[in-house]
């Protein structure tokens, strides 16, 4: 089992949609978690951090549920530039990427 | 503007031959890392180093060695190049605070014929 799981996708939304992905970590050692974007073609950016009472930035926001062992990154009022690949990412003393979720916003 | 700058963006080789992956930071960061990505397995970790001369393995160092003789450069090398090593390469930094905030290149797209 992976250490960092999500679901590759690909998720088609229309423009103005809600999505939510999930992402599932096996190691409850895990120190911190963190969202990253990742272009087509192109290297992965901090997205944002994932705090255990939730943190929110702009229509982005970001959940963590130890108890389950899973973090999530809902998007409200999806844009056409939201399209990219998100990788959930784990922090045990080194960092753990998920193999990444595509979004695809359509007009 | 904060950068990490990769030597080469594709490249293509031949089986046997010796690659050399290039790295420059400018941000003064201590960590480097030096990452492949393939499709349906992420980012997969190969060697990271914590100061100069120093290294350690990743998840999958087999087939690659590292080099870093001075803080801002991180170099990858393939000793003897396979086609399974056909990949996309990320080198990555990150200050010592220790956040998640790793800062990548552009990647180096390399083909091993």
């Known amino acids: 089992r992976k250490e960092v799981e999500q679901d590759p996708g690909p998720f088609n939304v229309p423009e103005g949609a809600t999505v939510a992905f999930n992402c599932t970590y096996s190691n409850s050692a895990s120190q911190s978690f963190f969202w990253y974007r990742q272009d087509c073609r192109k290297e992965p950016k901090l997205l944002m951090s994932?705090?255990?009472s939730g943190n929110e930035d702009g229509r982005f926001t970001a959940q963590l549920n130890r108890a389950s062992q899973y973090i999530s990154l809902l998007i409200r009022d999806s844009k056409l530039s939201d399209s990219a690949t998100y990788l959930c990412v784990g922090h045990t003393g080194k960092l753990i990427f998920g193999q990444g979720t595509t979004l695809q916003v359509k007009p | 503007d904060v950068k990490v700058t990769q030597s080469s963006r594709y490249l293509v080789k031949r089986t046997g031959e010796k690659v050399f992956l290039e790295c420059v930071q400018d941000m003064d960061h201590e960590n480097m890392f030096w990452y492949r990505q393939d499709p349906g397995l992420g980012l997969r970790l190969i060697y990271f180093s914590y100061d100069v001369k120093m290294k350690e393995k990743g998840d999958i160092p087999e087939g690659y060695s590292v080099s870093r003789e001075k803080k801002e450069r991180f170099s990858l090398i393939l000793e003897s190049a396979s086609t399974n090593q056909t990949s996309m390469y990320l080198c990555?930094?990150?200050?010592?605070?220790?956040?998640?905030?790793?800062?990548f290149g552009e990647g180096s797209r390399l083909t091993v014929l």
């Open positions: 994932v705090y255990s």
């Open positions: 990555a930094s990150r200050g010592k605070s220790n956040t998640g905030e790793l800062f």
